[in-house]
Structure formats: structure tokens, C-alpha cells
């Protein structure tokens, strides 16, 4: 049964909160392109549901009670519009990436964000296959103290590079997100904590 535009935009961000990977499945298309996946670890450029998983895990890995209220909902024949606030406690590294790899490392602060996001979702057959958004990344930035760069934020961020730290966080991100895409995918390596 397709979902309504109500459902698949709760179902797309229940996913990102949860990981659940029924879910993905429902919300999600095979053959789903999530622009967004350009600053994230590899996995979350996967195509379908896989994607999808490993984006929640990037962002869950950083932010711990993660969740998306939403604020609003539009849509037209194949399109829906989310307008949506993203909160959570930074407890994680937040690490971005360019290319796959490691661009920036952001230690955990411990602080809270709330921002305000739209995401744009194009619709086939009752499921996601597209994903863009117009997020305020300068503000997010802004309450991890990270932008405008104090002092102190920038020798921490600037330790954690040169120590290694950094590359560290970036590969156990890429491996949480692999792993979680993993739950969907035939991957030749096990997941986290099985044998």
C-alpha cells in the first residue's frame, strides 16, 4: 500500500532517528538518490533503503537523541516539501566528508542544536526515490561553537587533526555507516560486533 505524504515524510526522518530498517524499506525506493550523501561517509550514497540507514547512522553517531519535528507538510502529484527542525545533544564526533573522505572533525561539545531544515522528497509508486535539502548548516555550526571559530574550538579541532583523532572519528563513522547499510546490503565484511 503506498503511504500519504504525511507518512512517507514521518517514516523518512522515523528512519534517520531509529534505523529501522522495515521501515526503510517501506519509505525508501531501490533506486533512491540522496543528494545530501555528498558530505557523508560513502555508504550513505547508496542507492535505497541502504542509504538511507547509513545516513541515520552518520548523523545518530554525532548527535544522540536525535529527532525531527515536523513543522510542515506540502505536496503536489510527485513531490513532497518538509519543513522540520533537527535537534539533538552533539556527543559524538561530527565528522564531514568530502569525497569520501575525512574533511572535518568536529569533537564532541555536548551542546544542543535546533535547526530548522526543508527537505524536498520526489515521490514514485508511494516511496521516496529523491532527497534534497536546503539546510542552515552556518547555524548549526554556529551552536557547536564551531563558527565564527573561537580559540579554543579551533586548537581542539586542530589537536584532534594532528593527534590522528580525526582520522580515527572519520573511519569509525564510515564503518558505523557501512555497517548499517549493511543490514540491507550483501557486504563482504561482518558488522560491528558479530563474527
Known amino acids: ?9 514521518h517514516g ?5 532517528e531509529t534505523g529501522d530498517p522495515d521501515l526503510a524499506v517501506d519509505v525508501v525506493s531501490e533506486d533512491n538518490y540522496n543528494r545530501e550523501a555528498a558530505v557523508a561517509p560513502l ?24 529527532r525531527f519535528p515536523l513543522l510542515g507538510i506540502a505536496r503536489n502529484d510527485d513531490q513532497v516539501w518538509v519543513r522540520l527542525r533537527m535537534q539533538g545533544r552533539h556527543t ?4 564531514r566528508f568530502r569525497d569520501g573522505k575525512l574533511d572535518q572533525a568536529i569533537p564532541p561539545t555536548g551542546r544542543e ?35 565564527p571559530p573561537g580559540p579554543a574550538t579551533a586548537l581542539r579541532m586542530l589537536a584532534w587533526r594532528v593527534s590522528g583523532r580525526a582520522a580515527r572519528a572519520a573511519a569509525e563513522v564510515a564503518n558505523l555507516a557501512a555497517d548499517a547499510a549493511g543490514i540491507l546490503t550483501d557486504t563482504s565484511r561482518p558488522a560491528a560486533g558479530r563474527n
Do not use: N, Y
Open 113 to 147: 542544536i535546533d535547526v530548522e531544515q526543508v527537505h524536498m522528497l520526489d515521490v514514485r509508486d508511494g516511496k521516496v526515490v529523491r532527497h534534497e535539502a536546503l539546510r542552515d548548516d552556518i547555524a548549526m555550526l554556529g551552536q557547536l561553537g564551531v563558527f
Open 43 to 66: 555508504a550513505c550514497a547508496i542507492p535505497g533503503p541502504a542509504g538511507t540507514l547509513a545516513s541515520g547512522a552518520w548523523l545518530r553517531s554525532a548527535f544522540s537523541d536525535l
Open 12 to 16: 523518512l526522518f522515523g528512519i534517520l
Open 1 to 9: 500500500m503506498a503511504l500519504d505524504a504525511a507518512e512517507l515524510a
Open 92 to 95: 559524538g564526533p561530527f565528522v
